[in-house]
């Protein structure tokens, strides 16, 4: 089942789930033993301010792929600026896609779809900013210009913007709660009570 936190705002939820998502991403090399010398984030030059500041903090690279004339950005946009920088470092990997659902400044809503459709065939995580336009996933009128959201790893939303919540909060989503727990659960003696049920704690 899906689980997920509230944390203090945008930024907050966009790092620990890149966070996340790079655990995932080392875990698995691991696995395979591929060795891998920088991990690689491809958003839209569109997304949010935030998802720069996550890839200054966590040191990893960031690859901002050119949308569309109507800065939406799709599969073509991605597949393009992943794989001219792959072959420009070739031992580089790409450990998250992040789409944007609802951009702050214009509303812009990336291509769910079609970006799901390429992380999930690269078996590379799917992050869904929705800070401040996802809600909108609750109107029918609107419901369909979220499709493929149901593709996402992690997705984040803000119930004090359209949710009217009467303090700053984030929602932040997971999938697979567990991934998310490992690599953010602190080990205490004091703590220990706390994960004794193996139980998904929201705050």
């Known amino acids: 089942l899906a689980g997920g936190v509230f944390v203090q ?3 907050v939820s966009n790092l620990s789930a890149l966070v996340a998502a790079r655990n995932h991403a080392r875990a698995k090399a691991r696995l395979s033993r591929k060795k891998v010398d920088r991990w690689v984030i491809v958003a839209s030059a569109e997304a949010h301010s935030s998802i720069k500041s996550a890839a200054d903090v966590m040191d990893v690279e960031i690859v901002l792929a050119e949308p569309g004339d109507d800065l939406v950005l799709r599969k073509s946009h991605v597949e393009h ?9 070739p031992t580089h990997e790409v450990f998250a896609i992040v789409a944007t659902a609802g951009a702050t400044n214009l509303g812009i809503i990336d291509d769910l779809q079609s970006l799901g459709e390429i992380a999930n065939r690269n078996n590379i995580w799917f992050h869904v ?3 401040y336009g996802l809600a909108a996933l609750c109107a ?3 419901r369909d ?8 790893d992690s997705l984040i939303v803000d119930p004090h913007k359209w949710l009217f919540a009467p303090f700053d909060a984030c929602a932040l989503i997971y999938r ?12 205490a003696e004091y703590l220990e009570t706390l994960d004794d049920d193996g139980e998904w704690n929201p705050s």
């Not at 210009?145 to 996402?152: L, Q, V, Y």
């Open 9 to 11: 705002g945008g930024t």
């Open 81 to 89: 600026a992943m794989n001219e920088h792959l072959e420009a470092h």
């Open 129 to 131: 900013d929705g800070a």
């Open 140 to 142: 029918p009128s609107v």
């Open 145 to 152: 210009k979220f499709n493929g959201i149901e593709r996402a």
């Open 176 to 187: 697979e709660p567990h991934l998310a727990k490992k690599v953010h659960l602190q080990h």
